[in-house]
């Protein structure tokens, strides 16, 4: 099952010509290992045979898309009865599936947006139009470890937030972007944006650049994390405003196979008990990687 999920989102094209070429190939196999005519499979034959692969491959896919709807109607019925203002993004990427819920929903950003900055603080530093010193790396760490507003605002004051913007603007983000401060109230986050630009640091990630490591190793300390796993490493960067009932968590989930999850909450039976329902809103998309993607 958990194979053909992964025909379906990124192979369901190459399956189909994989196919086409495998009875090519076994024509061609045929043609040299048989000379006489009665041997050499007819182009009837041919076609009867790629008709039926691609039956079988088409039979396939449907039933595995058909399973994996089913369990992803599933999730989206805890969703539900968790009541309105609650907003999920699950982005498979290894295989590009993704699928979201109230995706496009704005909340405030609380203190999501303190990674997507230091993202951009990171990457500034990187390609040398910033210069970051060893007091602000010491805040970045802080600000990604413990959300401290003081040094976010230390931040802000040296860097502020015109060419963050513009930098986000560039990546087709637009909502999170604010003329004053990059968290807080004044901001606003949507779970596809955060999808998006969460996969662009895993991909950073990847470049395992000096601040590369350094930046994951920061959010792999995440001191209060919501999304939780009990067999991954998990990366990620929570917000919360308490008079406001706003629970959010972005992370990645360093899985065999990986995967970017982000739910956003301004839900009040989780803000009752955030960390009892993220683990086990945590739980279900990790059963759910887990069936389809792991090996």
């Not at 099952?1 to 009875?23: D, E, N, P, Q, R």
């Not at 994951?216 to 960067?237: C, G, L, T």
């Not at 008990?273 to 739980?283: G, I, R, T, Y």
Request: glycine share 6%; net charge negative.
């Amino acid at each position: 099952m958990k194979y053909l999920a992964k025909l379906i989102v990124v192979l369901s094209c190459s399956i189909f010509l994989s196919g086409y070429s495998s009875v090519e190939q076994l024509e061609i196999n045929y043609a040299h290992n048989y000379v006489d005519d009665e041997n050499v499979l007819l182009d009837s034959e041919i076609d009867d045979l790629y008709q039926g692969a691609v039956a079988i491959v088409e039979q396939d896919l449907a039933f595995a898309s058909s399973a994996i709807k089913k369990d992803l109607d599933e999730i989206e019925e805890v969703f539900l009865s968790l009541g309105d203002d609650i907003s999920f993004y699950y982005y498979n990427i290894e295989t590009g599936f993704q699928y979201g819920f109230n995706s496009d929903k704005a909340y405030i950003g609380a203190s999501v947006g303190k990674v997507f900055y230091a993202y951009f603080l990171y990457t500034q530093d990187e390609i040398e139009n910033i210069t970051l010193t060893k007091q602000e790396r010491l805040w970045v760490q802080q600000v990604l470890r413990t959300s401290l507003d003081a040094f976010s605002h230390n931040l802000t004051t040296h860097y502020g937030v015109i060419d963050y913007n513009s930098w986000l603007g560039e990546q087709g983000i637009y909502t999170l972007q604010t003329p004053e401060r990059h968290f807080g109230l004044p901001t606003k986050l949507t779970a596809g944006e955060a999808a998006s630009l969460m996969d662009g640091i895993y991909h950073y990630f990847l470049t395992k650049t000096p601040n590369a490591i350094e930046f994951r190793e920061n959010m792999i300390n995440n001191q209060f994390p919501f999304i939780v796993s009990h067999s991954y490493d998990v990366a990620s960067k929570t917000g919360w405003l308490v008079p406001q009932g706003i629970r959010h968590d972005v992370a990645i989930v360093e899985a065999p196979s990986p995967y970017v999850l982000v739910i956003l909450s301004q839900n009040p039976k989780i803000a009752q008990d955030h960390l009892h329902h993220f683990e086990w809103l945590s739980s279900l998309f990790e059963d759910f990687n887990n069936k389809w993607f792991v090996k």
